[in-house]
């Protein structure tokens, strides 16, 4: 099957916009990461950024193939997974999700192999305690502009069990951990939906880029 081809498996990923969207938070995160790191924080930058990307992504300048090409680098596992999935913008059940193994940042590896609804309650619970991880400080950022990150849906694959290979997971250290069967699990955008429970803990789903 011919990678670049736009009668090809990217299509669907295309016609959807979920490639558009994972491309979009791949060219922004940087500035925003920086942007978030001032103080005080630079919002009117952060949606200047992320708009000037959105055209860019969305725009002639960046064709069909470079947009696989971008895909496939540095995330090959990630691309020769996405390849075989159909694609749909849903609002998904928190409850149902799970996840990205074997590694989230520096969250305990103890913590991410639970529910997603329990990994974002230790996320909370350390960031009302002030904690120094270097991501759960990520996280609480982020949250302070938890509107601007609706706007960039995660992604989210079914079924659950097409997680991370045991032998993986023990060679990242990761040994003798039980991973919650989840419906589905989120294979991009950890940071982003975390800080979207943690801006607002009840809220029941997260906007998604369903691949099944």
């Known amino acids: 099957m011919c990678l670049y081809h736009p009668n090809c498996w990217a299509s669907n990923l295309l016609e959807t916009g979920a490639l558009d969207t994972y491309l979009l938070w791949e060219f922004s995160r940087d500035t925003v990461r920086g942007a978030l790191e001032q103080s005080p924080m630079n919002r009117g930058h952060i949606l200047y950024s992320i708009g000037l990307v959105r055209e860019l992504v969305a725009g002639f300048s960046l064709d069909v193939k470079m947009k696989i090409v971008r895909l496939f680098s540095p995330f090959s596992q990630r691309a020769r997974l996405l390849e075989t999935k159909r694609w749909s913008l849903e609002e998904y059940p928190v409850s149902d999700l799970g996840t990205v193994l074997p590694c989230v940042g520096d969250l305990p590896p103890e913590e991410i192999v639970k529910s997603f609804v329990d990994a974002a309650d230790f996320v909370r619970r350390q960031a009302e305690s002030g904690s120094c991880l270097n991501s759960v400080r990520y996280i609480r950022s982020m949250s302070q502009v938890a509107d601007i990150l609706e706007t960039i849906p995660?992604?989210?694959?079914?079924?659950?069990?097409?997680?991370?290979?045991?032998?993986?997971?023990?060679?990242?250290?990761?040994?003798?951990?039980?991973?919650?069967?989840?419906?589905?699990?989120?294979?991009?955008?950890?940071?982003?939906?975390?800080?979207?429970?943690?801006?607002?803990?009840?809220?029941?789903?997260?906007?998604?880029?369903?691949?099944?």
């Open 154 to 212: 995660v992604m989210v694959i079914e079924p659950g069990n097409e997680q991370r290979r045991p032998d993986v997971l023990e060679a990242r250290g990761r040994k003798n951990l039980q991973i919650y069967p989840s419906k589905g699990y989120l294979e991009d955008g950890n940071h982003r939906a975390f800080a979207l429970m943690l801006a607002n803990p009840r809220r029941p789903s997260i906007q998604c880029w369903v691949g099944r």
